[in-house]
Nanobody
Framework: QVQLVESGGGLVQPGGSLRLSCAASGSIWSIDVMGWYRQAPGKQRLLVAT???????NFADSVKGRFTISRDNAKNTVYLQMNSLKPEDTAVYYC?????????WGQGTQVTVSS
């Protein structure tokens, strides 16, 4: 089993920035992909960004140029730096990890972008 614990969510004004962190623990060997998904009220969970153990990244079109993802393999932690936040970025953000054929999820952290 892999446990994922997110931190860093909160309330921010439009145009502001937030940094999310997700620490993995447990059976963390061979974790390949880590990343973030988000789910707005009444909508499905969607990809935000992922990063492989080798550093290859993938971003949703809606966040390209505003969000960056990074990973500290020594700390088993993935980060999501979110800049130029918009109200439509408001959602619960879930940390994600894939090990082999198994997917793991964190409990989610709320990000609210509002004036």
């Amino acid at each position: 089993q892999v446990q994922l614990v997110e931190s860093g969510g909160g309330l921010v004004q439009p145009g502001g920035s937030l940094r999310l962190s997700c620490a993995a623990s447990g059976s963390i060997w061979s974790i390949d992909v880590m990343g973030w998904y988000r789910q707005a009220p009444g909508k499905q969970r969607l990809l935000v960004a992922t990063i492989t153990s080798g550093g290859r990244t993938n971003f949703a079109d809606s966040v390209k140029g505003r969000f960056t993802i990074s990973r500290d393999n020594a700390k088993n932690t993935v980060y999501l730096q979110m800049n130029s936040l918009k109200p439509e970025d408001t959602a619960v953000y879930y940390c994600y990890a894939r090990r082999g054929r198994l997917d793991y999820w964190g409990q989610g952290t709320q990000v609210t972008v509002s004036s």
